[in-house]
Every structure is written in C-alpha cells, then in structure tokens.
C-alpha cells in the first residue's frame, strides 16, 4: 500500500509538525532535498522534508534530462567524478529507478579526420570503461555512410565520420518526485508550499526551523535534532539567514533548451556536438526532441530563470550546422530554462567551475550540502547525511540507498514483458500503457484502478493527448500536486510539449481537480488565469533580447 501525497497527508503533516523533535529536517524538495530525506528516512531517523514551491520546481525540473557521466568532464582530466557519476548511472539503470531512466544512443560526428577519431574515441573508449559493468551498450565507430544511415537529417560536408555511444535520460521533475514519495513510504513528512522563514538556536546551535504553509497562512515551528539546507542555488540565501560564513558559494549558470516535433529532424538517434563553450545535445524525447544547452552567467531572479531570443538563436545557429534543412523559430514548440548550481572556484567562467559537490557544517545542527550534478544526487545525499549521523552519534546505519529501488521499481519488469496482454486488461491501446509504465511504472495499477472506477478517465485531455484524465487526477491524489503549474509543468510537461503551452489544456484540467482540491469556481478561474498569465510572460520573455529585459517580462506574473 503505498503513500497518498493528497490533500489529507497533507493536513495531517501540517498539523503534526510542532508536535515533537525530529532527528533531520530537511529545506529543499529538489533532487538533492528529496534524496536526503530518503536516505536519512532508510537508516531509521525520522525526518521531515519542507519545500518552499514544489519538488523539483527549481533546478530539479530543468536539466537537460540526461543521467550521465559527464563526457566533457574526461577532457578537464576529472576522472573521479566521470566514473562516480557512470556508476550511479548504473545504479539507476538497473536497480533503483529502471520504469524512469532508460538508455539512448547519441551520435558525434566528427569534423576532422583521422586525429579527431583517435582522440574522441580514445576518451569514449574510457568513458565506456569507467562506467564499470555494461548497463548501457559499447560504443562504435561509423563511418560517413554508416553515420548517415543512423541520421539522415544531417548534412553530408558537416562530418568525416562518427562515432555512436549511450548514456540515460530520465524525466527528472518525476523522478524527483519519485524519490521524495519513496522517502514517504519510509516514514518521512514530505511537505510542499512551506517556506522557511527563519532558524531556532540556542545559543549558537540550530536546532530546527520556523515554517509558513503558504497555502493556509499558518506558521509553525520545526524542532530538530540536526537541519539539512539543500537549496542548490538559493544556498547564498541560507547563508544569509544564518548570518553566519559558509566555506563556499554557489554561482549561478543558465542554461536553455528547447523543444522541436519528432518528426522534424529525420534521426534515429539523438547527436552530441561541441560548442565553443560547452556540448550541445540533440535529445530524443517522446514526440519531440529536447536541443540544447546554453550556459552563462545569471545574476536575476532564481525563481523564474527564461529563455531570451538571444538564447534560442545560439541553440538554433549551432545545431542548424549540422543540418540540411535548417530549424527555425517557427519549429519551436517549448522552451525551458534552469539554473545550475556550481560551486565557486578561480574561474570566471561558469563552464570552467566544478560540478563536485561540498558538505559544511557552519553552525552547529545546520549542514550544508551544495554544487554536484543530478546524475550523483544520491551520493550527495549519502555523504551529508553521513555527516548528520557523525554529529548526531549512537548507531546509526550506513546509506543503503544504492540498493532502495524507488517505488514503481519493483514489478517494472514483469509487467513490461507482458504489455499487451496488460492493455488487454486495461482496455487500453498498447503505446499508452507503454507510455503509462515509462511514467509510473508498477504504480500503473493504481491509475487502472481509478479507470475502473471511473471509465470517463480513460479520455486524452483536450489540447494534450499524450495524457489520459486519469494521470491529472492522480498527480493530486498520490503525487502531491496542488496547484495547475504543478500538474502542467512537472507531473506532466504539458507546458513544453503542446505548440500552445498547456493553454487548451488548463480549464478542462482544471474542471477535474477542482473538487479534489476544494476549489470553488472562483477558485478554478483564478488556477487558470495565473497559468495563462505565466505562459504569456514565458512568451514575451522569449522575445527579449537579453536577460534584463526577459527577467522584467517574466516577473510580470509573479504572485
């Protein structure tokens, strides 16, 4: 039986949580948050999670979708980071999230001959080797021919060769809120909309939390035995709070993706090309493909990073190289923008600026974890909390995450190898029960089971018809969502993968949470005029030319 994220669990952890000390509190629903939470949760501490938006509303739901070891790492000789990051990747293939991260071939042509392959490949042929047991394919070498055959869509001058390897992808807001659930079923309070306000110390020791649920108004204060700030780039912001100096500082880097229909680039793969700053990724995605990314230096506001024109153009300019017939603007169907969170060193650069991760304690009870990559968020996890358990003394159990599959993990397999026979059953086509088991995995039976109770749920949604009523209805009754930006942009990316930005959509989704969720018809409207407000400003900001003038523009529909 698993855990219900719905509006009940909701109202009974907010009223529980004065109630007595706990061992951790955990500020932060991202990755790194959700993963501390279940990780300290698996060893027998009791822990509650606080998040001030959503999981994975910031970083966590803006990446580039990809669980990988970090190719261009091998070339700044960051061999240690390269093979933790392949392992997890490993890890996450096989055993702890197989129903949400799956492998995908990507393509690098070459530019020069006979050089360039040995020394490309020379660095592909260790990043195979490092990624320890085969939870992914070797790689190959292809020639021209060969290279074009795997993607037509590319121009013949733009390569000698190519060589094609694998790495994962995973929809990471999912994901992160599969982890924060997992964290649930082991005992932990996970809560969303609750902002931090302040710390408790005595003396110079933090020794919990004050709160503010920002859906009722009402203020709480956390006591806890040792506090886990795991706020990627808000981190600054913690260390402000405190008053008191970190050892380190998290710098923040934009980088933007956008979204083009499958069927406008003819490739069987996706592509990995270098840029002047970086890599950029052509990547398979359902029925679209994700393109990107840019990375520069952003100074603005954390909450609502967005793309400018200036943005998309560098994306379109350097993955139209490649390309015989060009993408344009007009081909565009989302774009999304995240901030990466990088710890600062001696470069000015922010490409240049380590993606390793750090754990402080700067005040006593309060640890800070900060910088990494989401590919390693587990071990980021394990590693504050080890230190948690250090200052908290007595026996506390080692981390035994990397043998906890996430719930919908297990039964994933058996119900993949007989997937007709179970859209027989469900009396669902064979490529939505596909699509229904990439998503959920075994906890594809609770969403038959609210089919079975109502057959009105088996409908696409208006305007979204890769998504059936019954995903809507059960973002709110099991996986927490509260608000339509919750279920149009991470529970489903609704937002990114209709030309109109979940526009058609939001009233009839809207229309089925309403009473899940206590809204009234005033209620409803003011859900969709917010999230109609926030796409039009997304889309103005897409037209400004620099980040000044997309941050004014976004903040439009602040509130």
């Known amino acids: ?108 042509p070459l530019r020069h001959r006979v050089w360039e392959r040995a020394y490309i490949g020379a660095g592909i042929a260790l990043y195979d080797t490092l990624g320890g047991a085969r939870a992914v394919p070797m790689h190959k070498h292809l020639s021209r021919t060969g290279a074009l055959e795997l993607a037509p869509a590319l121009r013949e001058d733009a390569m000698t060769g190519a060589i094609r390897y694998y790495d994962a992808q995973v929809d990471d807001a999912r994901h992160t809120m599969m982890i924060a659930r997992t964290a649930a079923e082991h005992g932990a309070t996970v809560l969303t909309r609750t902002s931090v306000t302040g710390l408790e110390r005595e003396g110079d020791r ?77 990547i398979p995605w359902a029925e679209h493909w994700i393109i990107g990314t840019t990375d520069t230096e952003w100074a603005l506001d954390k909450n609502h990073p967005t793309a400018t024109a200036a943005d998309v153009q560098y994306i379109l300019d350097h993955v139209n190289a490649l390309l015989r017939k060009p993408l344009t603007r007009a081909d565009i169907v989302g774009t999304y923008a995240g901030l990466r969170p990088l710890m600062t060193g001696a470069s000015k650069e922010t490409a240049k600026l380590s993606r390793e991760h ?24 394990a590693d504050v909390v080890d230190a948690v358990a250090e200052r908290l003394g007595g026996a506390i159990a080692p981390s035994t995450t990397a043998d906890l599959p996430l719930v919908g993990a297990a039964g994933y397999h058996e119900l993949r190898a007989d997937l007709a026979p179970l859209a027989a059953e469900a009396r669902l086509p064979v490529d939505v029960v596909e699509h229904l088991l990439g998503r959920y995995g075994s906890l594809v039976t609770d969403l038959f089971a609210l089919i079975d109770a109502d057959p009105a749920l088996r409908q696409p949604i208006p305007g979204a018809p890769d998504y059936l009523a019954a995903e809507i209805v059960y973002a709110v009754t099991h996986e927490g969502a509260l608000h339509l930006d919750d279920i149009l942009t991470r529970r489903t990316r609704i937002s990114i993968e209709v030309p109109d930005r979940g526009l058609t959509a939001a009233p009839e989704i809207a229309r089925l949470v309403a009473p899940l969720l206590g809204w009234d018809p005033e209620t409803a409207e003011s859900e969709i005029n917010r999230y109609f407000d926030r796409v039009h400003a997304e889309l103005a900001a897409n037209q400004a030319g620099d980040d000044t003038t997309a941050n004014t523009a976004r903040l439009v529909a602040v509130r």
Do not use: C, N
């Open 358 to 381: 750090a754990v402080a304690e700067p005040a006593p009870g309060l640890f800070v974890i900060a910088g990494g990559k989401y590919t390693t968020y587990r071990v980021m996890a």
């Open 206 to 282: 933090v020794v919990g939390a004050r709160v503010l649920d920002r859906e009722t108004g009402v203020a709480q204060t956390i006591r806890a035995r040792s506090v886990i700030s795991a706020t990627g780039v808000w981190t600054d912001d913690m260390i402000k709070l405190t008053g008191v100096d970190f050892p380190f500082h998290v710098r923040m880097s934009k980088g933007v993706h956008i979204l083009v229909p499958r069927d406008r680039l003819d490739l069987r793969t996706g592509l990995i090309t270098r840029t002047e700053k970086s890599v950029l990724f052509v």
């Open 1 to 108: 039986m698993t855990v219900h994220l719905d509006s009940t669990y909701r109202a009974e952890a907010i009223a529980a949580l004065g109630d007595h000390e706990i061992d951790v509190l955990v500020i932060g629903g991202g990755v790194t948050g959700a993963g501390a939470a279940l990780d300290a949760a698996a060893r027998g501490l009791s822990v509650t999670l606080v998040e001030a938006r959503d999981f994975a509303a910031g970083t966590s739901s803006r990446s580039s979708k990809l669980i990988h070891g970090g190719l261009r790492y091998l070339e700044q000789m960051d061999f240690a980071l390269v093979r933790e990051a392949l392992k997890e990747r490993g890890l996450l293939l096989d055993t702890l999230a197989p129903h949400l991260v799956r492998p995908v071939p990507f393509l690098f």
